[in-house]
C-alpha cells in the first residue's frame, strides 16, 4: 500500500514562488517508479502538471514549462514541484499521484489528499 502526504500549499501574490512537498510512504520504491502532481481548480477538471521518472525524466503540461520544476528524492520517497511565477491561473488544489507508469489523464493507482494553493492579483 503506498500512501501520499502532500505539504507546502498557502496564499501567495502573483509573482511569488511556492515549493510543494509530496512524501510517500511506501515499502518497496519499485510500486512507485513514476511520481508527479496534478491539480484541480475550482469549477474545474483535473489537469496534469507535472510527473518524474525515477531517473530523474520529467513531463510538463504547457502552461507551467520554465515556470515549474518537478524533482524527486528517491531515497527519502519524496517529490518535490517547485513553482516559480505564480499567477492567479495557477490557483488550485495540488494532488500528488504516484504509480507503476504515468497516466497524464489521472488514471493514477496512488493519490495524495491534496494541497490548496491560492494566488492573488
Known amino acids: 500500500q503506498v500512501q501520499l502526504v502532500e505539504s507546502g500549499g498557502g496564499l501567495v501574490q502573483a509573482g511569488d514562488s511556492l515549493r510543494l512537498s509530496c512524501e510517500a510512504s511506501?515499502?518497496?520504491?519499485?510500486?512507485?517508479?513514476?511520481m508527479g502532481w496534478f491539480r484541480q481548480a475550482p469549477g474545474k477538471e483535473r489537469e496534469f502538471v507535472a510527473s518524474?521518472?525515477?531517473?530523474?525524466?520529467?513531463t510538463y503540461t504547457n502552461s507551467v514549462k520554465g515556470r515549474f520544476t518537478i524533482s524527486r528524492d528517491n531515497v527519502k520517497n519524496m517529490v518535490y514541484l517547485q513553482m516559480n511565477n505564480l499567477t492567479p491561473a495557477d490557483t488550485a488544489a495540488y494532488y500528488c499521484a504516484a504509480g507503476p507508469s504515468f497516466k497524464t489523464t489521472g488514471d493514477m493507482p496512488y493519490w495524495g489528499k491534496g494541497t490548496l494553493v491560492t494566488v492573488s492579483s
Open positions: 511506501v515499502r518497496q520504491i519499485f510500486l512507485v517508479p513514476y
Open positions: 518524474v521518472r525515477w531517473n530523474g525524466d520529467t
